[in-house]
Every structure is written in C-alpha cells, then in structure tokens.
C-alpha cells in the first residue's frame, strides 16, 4: 500500500483538523496509508511519526488548534537540517508528504520537492490570509469572528464611556484580518499596512465627530500597521479624550472553527490527497471563486494578493 504523510506547520489556525481529517479519511478512501508527523518540520527532522487510521481522526473536525501539533524549526533551514528530514520519510517508505501551513510552510514543501526530489502537496492555512493561490487560508475566517465578536463587546463599553478604543488585530504583513474586521464591526477608522494612513487625520477627523456628538469610536489596527498601544496614546493627544487600547493577540488563533472553515479545510485536505492519486505533485490547492484550484506552490510567494480596495473605500465611507 501506498504511503502518505501529513503535517501542520508554523502558525495554528482554526480548522487544520478538519484539514487532518479529511486528508486521512480521503486517502483511506483512495486505499492509500497514511501517518502523521507531529510538530511540523522539528518533528520531520526527529522523526516523529505515527500511524493514522480513521480512528485517530475522530471528534477532531470542531477543534481548534492542531491534533498534530506544530512548530517553527530553524534546523529545517539548513541543508543538512533538509537532508535529515528526507532520510525520514525515505526510511519509513513515505512517498508523498502534505504539508498544512502559512507562506514558510510551504517554503518547505516548495524545497522538498523541487531541491530533494520529495513529492509534496501544500495546504494554505493562516489567520493572516496572506497566501496567493488561493481566496481564503485556512484559518482566516474563524479569527476574523473572534476579532468581530471583541469589536460588538468593546463598542458596549466605548459608547457607555464616550470613549475611544484602539483595537489590534493581527496581520504582520497584510491586513486582511483588520479589514475584514473593521468592515464587519463597523469601525469608524482600519489601519492596515497595504494603505498607510495619518494618524494625525484619523485623530482630526475624530475631534470634528466629537464637536458633532459623536462620542465613541473604534478603530482596529492590523499590527503590521502600528502597535494599538502606541495609536491609541497618539489619538488621545490628538482628541483629549480618553482612548483605550486593546490587543487581542493569540485569542484570534484559537477557538472552535466556524463552519467556513471546517468546510474549506474540508475540500482542501481531501483535494490535496486527489492530486497525489492524480500524479500532481509540487501544487498547493486553494479555493478561487468558491471552485477547488491548484497552482505551483511558489504561487503562494511568487505572486502578490492584495486586498480588495473597494472594500476599503467603502469602510471610510460608511464610518462617516
Ligand atoms: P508559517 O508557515 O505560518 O508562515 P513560518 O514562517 O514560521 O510559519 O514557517 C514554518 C517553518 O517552515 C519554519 O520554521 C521553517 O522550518 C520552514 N520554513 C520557513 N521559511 C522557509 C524557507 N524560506 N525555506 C524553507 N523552509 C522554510
Ligand atoms: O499566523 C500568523 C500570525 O498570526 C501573525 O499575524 C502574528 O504576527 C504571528 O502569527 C505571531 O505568531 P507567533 O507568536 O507564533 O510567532
């Protein structure tokens, strides 16, 4: 029987067990046996291994995290660091490895197969929502509830206290998150680092709202754009009024998976395994326009995702 293996890597995000699930329970479907590698590259290199059939996927689709656990190896980065980890997966006869993770993830798999002649499929899963190739990552719509759910209880309190708050989310790079947030809570004001903004503007534009009567505020902040401590204590000079900040941090990684996830990490995982049977390896799968897609890896870096515009334009207009 044809062997497989399967691995989350780097950040967790929500819906990388539905991701396990499906990619176990589908290459059984396919009659072919597959492992688990805990902790990403660091377990590869290590060697830690463990069988999965059905059973070892039970009760893990509305799980957050990663039953497999994850990592960050920096050993994986060097030749030699590699040159282990493909020892592994020769030695156990593992002939094709999935590997569910960010943009470095899939560094990896892209350098498996491409420098070692391993055969590796990507799966795109980040909060961040930062890989090309694909619509949506794995991950992204789940921390995008979490940080709107903090943005409905937070407005409680900014209007009962006339006060503004700075909320940050995450994005280091990309403000995928913020804008989704911003949109979806009503923000009067998104930072994110593909628009660069004055803060000098946003705090005008709140003293005129003030002068007017309104009184509170929200403004989220993707942190790639500026730390929300750091706005906040720059709009409170500018206003007068009492700014708060909130960080809302690793809260946006964890949590049970909306069912947009569990369904896209659903038809990832089982489409990763699809292109293994197919012969096509070296791709990562994605989802464009609601279809399942598959692109070259590199797809994910190579090419530039940016945020929709209009979305943006219509954030400022609305918060007006
Ligand atoms: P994510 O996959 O969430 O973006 P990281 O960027 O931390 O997370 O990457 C996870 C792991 O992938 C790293 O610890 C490293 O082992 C491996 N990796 C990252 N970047 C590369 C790269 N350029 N080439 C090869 N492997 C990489
Ligand atoms: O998964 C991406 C991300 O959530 C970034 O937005 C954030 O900066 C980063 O991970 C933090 O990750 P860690 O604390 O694991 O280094």
Do not use: C
Not at 256 to 285: E, F, K
Request: glycine share 14%; hydrophobic share 45%; no cysteine.
């Amino acid at each position: 029987m044809k062997r497989i293996a399967v691995m989350t890597s780097g950040g967790d995000a929500p819906g990388m067990n539905a991701a396990i699930r499906a990619v176990v329970r589908r290459a059984i479907h396919h009659g072919l046996e597959a492992f688990g590698v805990r902790r990403g590259y660091l377990g590869l290199i290590q060697g830690e291994f463990e069988p999965m059939p059905a059973t070892a996927v039970s009760g893990i689709i509305n799980r957050g995290g990663t039953m497999l656990l994850t990592a960050r190896s920096p050993e994986f980065l060097t030749e030699e660091g590699q040159g282990r980890a493909v020892e592994q997966l020769k030695s156990r006869d593992i002939g094709t490895l999935i590997v569910i993770g960010g943009d470095g993830s899939l560094h990896g798999a892209y350098d498996l197969w491409h420098k070692w002649g391993v055969p590796t499929v990507g799966v795109p899963a980040s909060i961040d929502n930062d890989l090309a190739g694909t619509d949506f990552s794995i991950g992204f719509h789940t921390a995008v509830n979490t940080g709107v759910d903090a943005i409905d209880k937070i407005r409680d309190t900014a209007v009962s206290h006339d006060r503004i708050f700075v909320v940050e989310v995450m994005g280091r790079r990309v403000g995928f998150i913020a804008l989704e947030v911003g949109l979806a809570g009503g923000a009067e004001a998104i930072l994110i680092p593909e628009m660069p903004t004055e803060i000098t503007k946003v705090g005008t534009t709140i003293k005129q709202g003030r002068r007017r009567g309104k009184n509170s505020y929200i403004i989220v902040v993707a942190e790639g754009a500026g730390r929300g401590i750091a706005v906040a204590a720059d709009i409170e000079a500018i206003t007068g009024a009492e700014t708060r900040a909130t960080v809302l941090g690793h809260l946006q990684r964890g949590g049970v998976p909306t069912s947009a996830d569990r369904v896209l990490a659903t038809r990832l995982g089982a489409a990763a395994v699809d292109l293994i049977v197919d012969g096509r390896v070296g791709n990562m799968v994605g989802t464009q326009a609601n279809q399942v897609s598959v692109s070259p890896i590199e797809t994910a870096w190579l090419q530039h995702k940016t945020i929709d515009q209009s979305l943006y334009e219509l954030a400022l207009v609305l918060a007006t």
